[in-house]
């Protein structure tokens, strides 16, 4: 039975997310909610439809439970109409466009029909996208039937956006990381890793399927030095499957191939604290999506960004917005080779990824001191959060 109440507004937040595939839909919500109750004091409380999906990246959530508290945040399942009682937050934020239900609508109108000053701020978070066009739609609102507002918040790289999520003190803490080797060997021991020595050069791979993978373990395989691959069980694996005895989908994470110079292992899914302790520890990172993409770049480490494919190849506009700014200050050569690889990447190209990949090597020591700059100059003085916080206040 569902149950609604209109009387005062509450304090807290409510968040919406639907997972439509993969984890970066919930990634992202969760990183936010998480932010705004540690940072923010903010109660919030985060609905989402897919539990089980959310638990491969918070393996402590219980699936089949309709309510529970983690890290100081409600996390609600979320079933259409809505079968728990639902008072409604001061904020609502609907992650990526997802569909409101029927009840909090309803509300919503209710209470701007009571009062303007009622109604909950109903805001929709958009995907990030280094877009040009991002600048001008950010913090506009729509008007729905009976006047409602809707405030479309973009986040982005400039102080035109709504930024781009990054807590307090991640920087502090992965530079911390960073300057003492024993971090990096003491959580590679803790994911089961054998055979990593210091020097090693550790690639982590959290892509989707694609051949320029492929292509690249074949090339790493006749590497003179040690390359260690880390790859958490997901869809990365299929595009390593010619390299394994036996199916993709009986690998256990801890498990390790070795071929030749090169050894791929299996990793676990961790939570997303460990999943960033990751990246920090890894020379290079092949990430994908939205929130390993942004961060791989708080990572300061060089990475390849396999961005979701989307149709008429719209996704590759995005990937040359994103790698305009990012090789913006970049000498020619450094930025024309690492734009290379990753369109060459992106584009299912096996020869270029290879040999773009080959000339990596001539400019990855101002790649490696661009990677380490860029977090500050990206942030440009206010994360998500803040700006969201903000907005929120002055609308
Ligand atoms: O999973 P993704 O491919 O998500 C994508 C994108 O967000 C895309 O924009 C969206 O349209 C599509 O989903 C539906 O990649 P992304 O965004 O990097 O999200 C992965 C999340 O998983 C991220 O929050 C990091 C987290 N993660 C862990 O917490 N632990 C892990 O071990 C791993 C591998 C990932």
Same mark, same amino acid.
């Given at each position: 039975?569902?149950?609604?109440?209109?009387?005062?507004?509450?304090?807290?937040?409510?968040?919406?997310?639907?997972?439509?595939? =993969?984890?970066?839909? %919930?990634?992202?919500?969760?990183?936010?909610? @998480?932010?705004?109750?540690?940072?923010?004091?903010?109660?919030?409380?985060?609905?989402?439809?897919?539990?089980?999906?959310?638990?491969?990246?918070?393996? =402590?959530?219980?699936?089949?439970?309709?309510?529970?508290?983690?890290?100081?945040?409600? %996390?609600?399942?979320?079933?259409?109409?809505?079968?728990?009682?639902? $008072?409604?937050?001061?904020?609502?934020?609907?992650?990526?466009?997802?569909?409101?239900?029927?009840?909090?609508?309803t509300?919503?109108?209710?209470?701007?029909?009571?009062? @303007?000053?009622?109604?909950?701020?109903?805001?929709?978070?958009?995907?990030?996208?280094?877009?040009?066009?991002?600048?001008?739609?950010?913090?506009l609102?729509?008007?729905?039937?009976?006047?409602?507002?809707?405030?479309?918040?973009?986040?982005?790289?400039?102080?035109?956006?709504?930024?781009?999520?990054?807590?307090?003190?991640?920087?502090?803490?992965?530079?911390?990381?960073?300057?003492?080797?024993?971090?990096?060997?003491?959580?590679?021991?803790?994911?089961?890793?054998?055979?990593? =020595?210091?020097?090693d050069?550790?690639?982590?791979?959290?892509?989707?399927?694609?051949?320029?993978?492929?292509?690249?373990?074949?090339?790493? $395989?006749?590497?003179?030095?040690?390359?260690?691959?880390?790859?958490?069980?997901?869809?990365?694996?299929?595009?390593?499957?010619?390299?394994?005895?036996?199916?993709? !989908?009986?690998?256990?994470?801890?498990?390790?191939v @070795?071929?030749?110079?090169?050894?791929?292992?299996?990793?676990?899914?961790?939570?997303q604290?460990?999943?960033?302790?990751?990246?920090?520890?890894?020379?290079?990172? %092949?990430?994908?999506?939205?929130?390993?993409?942004?961060r791989?770049?708080?990572?300061?480490?060089?990475?390849?960004?396999?961005?979701?494919?989307?149709?008429?190849?719209?996704?590759?506009?995005?990937?040359?917005?994103?790698?305009?700014?990012?090789?913006d !200050?970049?000498?020619?050569? %450094?930025?024309?080779?690492?734009?290379?690889?990753?369109?060459?990447?992106?584009?299912?190209?096996?020869?270029?990824?290879?040999?773009?990949? $080959?000339?990596?090597n001539?400019?990855?020591?101002?790649? $490696?001191?661009?990677?380490? !700059?860029?977090?500050?100059?990206?942030?440009?003085?206010?994360?998500?959060?803040?700006?969201?916080?903000?907005?929120?206040?002055?609308?």
């Amino acid at each position: 039975m569902s149950t609604t109440q209109i009387a005062t507004p509450a304090s807290h937040w409510d968040i919406f997310c639907t997972v439509v595939d =993969n984890y970066g839909d %919930i990634g992202v919500t969760w990183r936010l909610a @998480k932010q705004l109750a540690a940072e923010y004091h903010i109660k919030v409380n985060l609905w989402v439809d897919d539990l089980h999906s959310f638990s491969h990246i918070l393996p =402590n959530l219980i699936a089949t439970k309709r309510q529970q508290t983690f890290n100081g945040v409600n %996390i609600f399942q979320w079933n259409n109409p809505l079968d728990i009682e639902y $008072q409604a937050g001061s904020v609502i934020i609907e992650a990526f466009a997802c569909e409101l239900p029927e009840q909090v609508k309803t509300i919503i109108e209710q209470r701007h029909k009571q009062s @303007k000053s009622l109604a909950p701020h109903w805001l929709n978070l958009e995907y990030l996208s280094a877009e040009d066009w991002v600048d001008g739609c950010h913090g506009l609102p729509s008007t729905q039937v009976n006047g409602v507002k809707k405030w479309f918040y973009f986040p982005g790289f400039n102080r035109k956006t709504g930024g781009l999520i990054c807590e307090q003190h991640l920087f502090k803490e992965r530079e911390q990381w960073q300057s003492d080797f024993n971090n990096k060997m003491t959580l590679f021991k803790q994911l089961g890793l054998t055979g990593i =020595n210091h020097h090693d050069t550790v690639i982590s791979v959290f892509s989707y399927e694609t051949e320029a993978l492929t292509a690249l373990i074949r090339l790493w $395989q006749t590497s003179t030095t040690a390359i260690h691959v880390l790859i958490p069980k997901g869809r990365s694996l299929t595009s390593i499957a010619p390299f394994i005895p036996g199916e993709t !989908n009986n690998l256990i994470p801890g498990q390790h191939v @070795k071929l030749g110079n090169l050894t791929l292992h299996i990793l676990p899914m961790t939570d997303q604290t460990g999943f960033d302790r990751l990246l920090w520890s890894c020379d290079f990172n %092949i990430v994908r999506g939205e929130d390993s993409f942004l961060r791989a770049q708080w990572a300061a480490k060089p990475f390849i960004w396999h961005i979701y494919p989307q149709e008429d190849d719209y996704h590759l506009v995005k990937l040359e917005a994103f790698m305009k700014i990012y090789c913006d !200050n970049l000498a020619a050569e %450094i930025s024309t080779t690492w734009c290379k690889l990753n369109l060459a990447f992106n584009q299912d190209d096996q020869h270029a990824v290879v040999n773009h990949w $080959q000339q990596l090597n001539s400019v990855i020591l101002p790649l $490696q001191q661009h990677a380490l !700059n860029w977090p500050n100059n990206a942030l440009d003085d206010a994360d998500l959060a803040s700006r969201l916080v903000q907005f929120v206040k002055n609308s």
